[in-house]
């Protein structure tokens, strides 16, 4: 199994482009979600997911879109990236929502907005 | 809601030393608790978890009690080594009265260096 991997490993943006963070796992997970990792901030939650076709929002959503099509799969878009957005995101999974269960990071995108 | 607060950091132990790193918890209901390492450049693992009352978790010689009566689940190793040196997070995860669970809250990391 590969696990969670992610791509980019990083990127560098213009202030106002768009782009998708790729996550995918193949694990046969049912529930995934987004992170953003700032200094001094720990892990924040942006969106997850339950389920394909299943798709609800964390802590700090704004400026970012997601979709589940299928089970493997979940992009986090980014709209129109702002330097606010520079950060290291990160994808996790886990078996099903159930807290107990282990969440599997991916590696990490490190963003840099200019 | 639901909030999680670690000892700030950095720690810094010289090799064999013995490390305590605090966490405290507010939350609803009967959360379980875990511990997450990263490794530089990398992305964060599970440690170790807790998930009822008086549980104990415990990997690679570090443990954590989950207490329910100080709302705490402080990391502890007795002899360190440098390959411990990461960023150390505390997570819940709290349950709902419905069932099912609330999302994972990390605490803000605390990082910590072993040197030999």
């Known amino acids: 199994n590969a696990g969670v991997t992610q791509t980019p490993k990083f990127q560098v943006l213009k202030t106002g482009q768009s782009m998708t963070l790729q996550c995918a796992q193949d694990?046969?997970?049912?529930?995934m979600s987004w992170y953003r990792q700032d200094p001094g901030m720990g892990l924040r939650l942006i969106h997850y997911?339950?389920?394909?076709?299943?798709?609800d929002q964390g802590e700090v959503p704004n400026g970012y879109n997601v979709s589940r099509s299928t089970t493997e799969d979940f992009p986090l878009r980014l709209l129109s990236a702002a330097p606010s957005q520079t950060s290291v995101y990160f994808c996790?999974?886990?078996?099903?929502?159930?807290?107990?269960?282990?969440?599997?990071f991916g590696p990490g995108t490190r963003l840099t907005v200019t | 809601g639901n909030s999680v607060t670690q000892m700030e950091g950095p720690v810094t132990l010289s090799e064999e030393a013995f490390l305590t790193i605090n966490c405290t918890y507010t939350?609803?209901?009967?959360?379980?608790l875990f511990w997450y390492v990263q490794y530089p450049g990398e992305g964060l693992q599970l440690l170790l978890k807790?998930?009822?009352?008086?549980d104990k978790g415990s990997n690679k010689g570090f443990e954590a009690t989950y207490r329910k009566e100080t709302t705490s689940f402080h990391l502890e190793k007795g002899s360190v080594q440098v390959s411990d040196s990461a960023v150390y997070f505390c997570?819940?995860?709290?349950?709902?009265?419905?069932?099912?669970?609330?999302?994972?809250?990390f605490g803000k990391g605390t990082k910590l260096t072993v040197n030999p």
């Open positions: 694990m046969n997970h049912e529930y």
């Open positions: 996790a999974s886990s078996l099903n929502r159930q807290g107990t269960y282990e969440q599997y």
């Open positions: 807790a998930t009822k009352a008086d």
């Open positions: 939350a609803t209901g009967y959360p379980s």
């Open positions: 997570a819940l995860s709290g349950t709902s009265a419905q069932g099912g669970s609330e999302k994972l809250v």
């Open positions: 997911s339950v389920g394909a076709g299943i798709t």
